[in-house]
């Protein structure tokens, strides 16, 4: 089990190396770079000037020197800075990551618990009209983009006459401020994460209750409560939890939209941000912390299988 | 997924009919087809139908609840939203369409490739693949959508980009499934090319899977390219892009809901109407989730 989770901890630094030079490669591909835009906003750009400039900044140099002048930097914890602002890039990532991962995490726990809730109750419901609502629901949340979820929950407020608290309260600062500020995107991006994972769960259970384990528990005589939750859910989670995880992907898409929409100041808006400025050195440290998340939330799943099914644990030791 | 197809194969056209003809027998999948092709529909013919130009400002006509004369309202600078949905309705069907042909065509071949040979070329497909997924979709076209500038054909490239990584690696597990038929070792034997296996046995057995992910892909890429023109990056204005005007309405979220719930309406419609096609295909495709 250690020497697995060790592997595809290394699997997952080499694709993230992978990314990382993927992502400085393109940058450096597109015309256009920062010191035409900074030069352009002054309103003077002549040759020399440019030359100058990208010099200052390590432009000029190759690109392979350029990413191992970065790499190195990133190993050692020094992300760079600002090419806009001059702030250093890993203080603007660290604050910017906090808000994301509360964020996500409260919506992936609501997500699962409105989830995996209404999936078992569809599959006890088989067939009954509340199995056709609870479909039709899942179906229905499936469709909807977030960017309009998040939108139209906006709107709803708005129309109670309820106003989000600005500006952003970390939950250390003013933890009811904050609470206000993350439960309402957090629901918004809730929704579509629990509309998957009901119809796999709904499925799953159907699947797992007509096995013979479950009729030899029913014949032993365990609760109608106990066969649902102890024997079948467990059985039925396995795929439950590798959707949980490829959900956690398109999470994070959702929390660049909103995140923009609620004003959270999260990697999504500093991502944002750092876009439309061209801003390379913040625009790498935050697509890369992207990657890095996706790539512990992969090996936590892949990890969580053994704590799940005993057979999978035995089979990688 | 193969078996249905083999049983009833020989000719390729009738099986395409087949196709056709079982998803309007399946009655979701029949609705949702109607549906579809009414969005369709109000997109093609938006310059026969609209009565207002969805750019022609009236500064009479500003922010203007929904009416006889404006359907859905008008926005801030006396816009028709109405309008301005069909054209932006019309967009986002050309960049998913776009998008799902381009994916379909360079998925399919890379997926094909990849399970075909294995080895070497497998592994470093693969690798390219893994790394481009590593990324959430959005934060990958965002990043393409921006370096590349605000344009409707660098939407559609930012947009396939995010999609073809799921592309190829359920194409390249079909193939490899396919590959160990009888009937591609017979075509080896008898001296058929690569190229010609995988054209004449390849693609047709892999139609099935490619046309449910196609059109739950059709649906991602038109959510994709609203969230990119929403964040700035998308379809460029002047032009009404269900995007767009989602992000005009922000400045008037509790005074002009109109602004927010038609495109946003518009939009959620397409996309059900699509990921019911694709699920309704599956169910008609393999007989084993019926």
């Known amino acids: ?317 | 997924m193969t078996t249905i197809l083999q049983e009833n194969a020989p000719r390729r056209g009738s099986r395409t009919l087949a196709i056709f003809k079982a998803l309007l027998s399946d009655p979701i999948g029949c609705t949702a087809l109607v549906i579809l092709t009414l969005v369709l529909a109000l997109a093609i013919f938006a310059p026969i139908i609209a009565q207002f130009d969805p750019l022609v400002q009236n500064r009479r006509a500003i922010l203007q609840p929904p009416s006889l004369v404006h359907w859905f309202g008008t926005d801030d600078i006396g816009r028709d939203v109405f309008s301005r949905v069909l054209y932006g309705t019309q967009i986002s069907l050309l960049v998913g369409l776009m998008v799902v042909i381009i994916t379909m065509v360079i998925g399919g071949l890379i997926g094909m490739i990849s399970g075909y040979f294995g080895g070497w070329v497998d592994m470093i497909i693969q690798r390219i693949v893994e790394a481009l997924d590593t990324l959430p979709s959005l934060v990958l076209s965002l990043f393409i959508a921006a370096m590349l500038g605000p344009s409707v054909r660098n939407v559609i490239i930012a947009v396939t980009l995010a999609q073809i990584p799921r592309f190829v690696r359920v194409v390249r597990s079909e193939t490899m499934k396919i590959r160990g038929h009888d009937f591609i070792s017979a075509s080896r034997v008898i001296g058929a090319s690569p190229l010609r296996i995988m054209l004449t046995h390849g693609v047709p057995n892999l139609m099935p899977t490619m046309l449910v992910l196609g059109s739950l892909a059709f649906g991602i890429a038109i959510m994709t390219e609203a969230a990119l023109s929403f964040l700035g990056v998308g379809t460029p204005p002047p032009n009404p892009s269900l995007g767009t005007m989602l992000s005009q309405g922000t400045r008037f979220i509790g005074q002009a809901p109109w602004l927010i719930v038609f495109p946003g309406l518009m939009l959620t419609i397409s996309v059900l109407a699509l990921n019911l096609i694709g699920d309704a295909l599956r169910d008609v495709l393999d007989p084993r989730n019926r």
């Open chain 1, 1 to 317: 089990m250690i020497v697995f989770a060790i592997r595809r901890a290394v699997l997952g630094v080499l694709v993230l190396v992978a990314v990382a030079l993927m992502v400085f490669v393109a940058i450096r591909l597109i015309p256009g770079d920062i010191v035409n835009q900074q030069l352009a906003e002054a309103g003077a750009v002549t040759p020399e000037l440019l030359q100058e400039k990208r010099a200052a900044m390590g432009l000029d140099k190759p690109i392979a020197e350029q990413f191992l002048v970065w790499a190195g930097g990133i190993v050692s914890g020094d992300l760079g800075h600002s090419l806009w602002t001059g702030r250093p890039v890993s203080a603007q990532i660290g604050a910017a990551l906090l808000p994301t991962l509360q964020l996500s995490i409260m919506a992936i726990a609501l997500g699962a618990l409105f989830g995996i809730g209404a999936g078992v109750l569809a599959a006890l419901w088989r067939g009954t009209a509340g199995d056709m609502v609870l479909r039709m629901l899942s179906t229905v949340f499936l469709a909807i983009p977030q960017l309009w979820l998040g939108l139209l929950t906006l709107t709803g407020l708005a129309l109670i006459g309820y106003y989000i608290p600005l500006p952003y309260r970390s939950f250390a600062t003013d933890p009811w401020a904050n609470f206000q500020q993350v439960i309402f995107p957090a629901l918004a991006l809730s929704l579509g994460v629990a509309a998957a994972l009901s119809r796999l769960t709904r499925s799953a259970m159907l699947e797992v209750t007509g096995a013979d384990f479950i009729r030899a528990a029913r014949a032993r005589g365990v609760s109608s409560s106990g066969l649902y939750l102890g024997h079948a859910l467990k059985n039925a989670l396995i795929p439950v939890i590798t959707l949980l995880g490829t959900q956690f992907g398109n999470l994070l898409s959702g929390t660049v939209i909103i995140e923009r929409i609620f004003n959270v100041p999260g990697l999504g808006n500093l991502l944002f941000e750092a876009v439309a400025y061209r801003d390379y050195t913040v625009i790498q440290a935050a697509v890369l912390t992207y990657g890095l998340i996706t790539i512990i939330v992969n090996l936590m799943v892949d990890l969580s299988y053994g704590l799940v099914d005993p057979r999978i644990r035995e089979a990688r030791s």
